[in-house]
């Protein structure tokens, strides 16, 4: 089959097409032809390599992939017709895969098993033809969703999802300052926390380079119901978090979501209210951050850091999605002949939402 593979890190270049044997199954795994295959900045990771991190390469990228029921390993068939499913059967994959077997696993903590991993990170992932995974990864695709809004599901609903409910058990009447609000995970989170009835501030950057309308992720963001949009590049986050907080007759928000890191941490822990939560799940713009601890305890602050979640979460979420409670966004959709462009498009951070693959043109 032909698949796209990173065998060093590095920029672009090293993100090649090659033709590999198909995958097969093995006992309670499944083989899924891939349909759809949505971007994260995870993938990103990946090509680049992370200092002091270990990925088993040569790697297939891609996470979020939904699919095709194709061939069936020793024991799937019976598991998955527990399930309603079958050869044929239309699946979105669950990207994170553990033992099953251990307390974390058992208690439904899936990333604190020592055996955690992500599709396309520690295994191979799904830009390729098809892809092997275990049967407790395959998820029944819901008919009134496409596979292009499943494939922009999984990971950033899944990370948002954890955070804000698991983590920082965001509540109804709470404000949320959250940061880079076109990134996915952070689309998501907007959504999410209207789901629960907060007031959702957020930032964007500008995207007038691309369209000459600067305001563009300012309109996206409201429409997503996002009460109040910073454009960063115009105003200083704090100032007008604060100036939009007086109007609400507040001092703080209750809680904080950024993944950007290093560039926004002091400004972004100094716009909590005292009992304020802090969660972060990446650290895009470098992870090394001071603390002055007194800040912490006086106000009493929590630090809370967040990666994945466990698998029954995420059928929860694509229930939302399913009922239209939850609506992926999705910035551009490319043949997967084309990922090197689908990587340059989150690489530059011009993208509101999701970047997802197709399939259609793998094979010419
Ligand atoms: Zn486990």
Redesign the pocket.
Known sequence: MKAWRISEHGDLTHLKQVEVPSPAPGPMEALVQVKTVGLNHLDLWVLRGVADHHFPLPLIPGCDVCGTLEALGPGSEEALAKRQLGLGSEVILNPGT?????E??LNGLDPL?R?YGILGETQDGGCAEKIVVPVANIIQKPGNLSAIECAALPIPYLTAWTMLVRKAQLRAGEIILIQAGGSGVSVAAIQIAKLLGATVITTVGSTGELTGKLNDKVKKAQALGADHVIEYSQTPFREEVQRYLKSLGKKGCDVVLDHIGADTFQESLKCLTWGGRFVTCGATSGGEVSLDLKALFFKNLSLLGSTMGSKGDLIRVIELAQKKKLQPVIDTVLPLSRLPEAFERLTQRKVFGKVVLTSDEINL
């Open positions: 553990s033992c099953g077997g251990c974390p696993c098993c055996s």
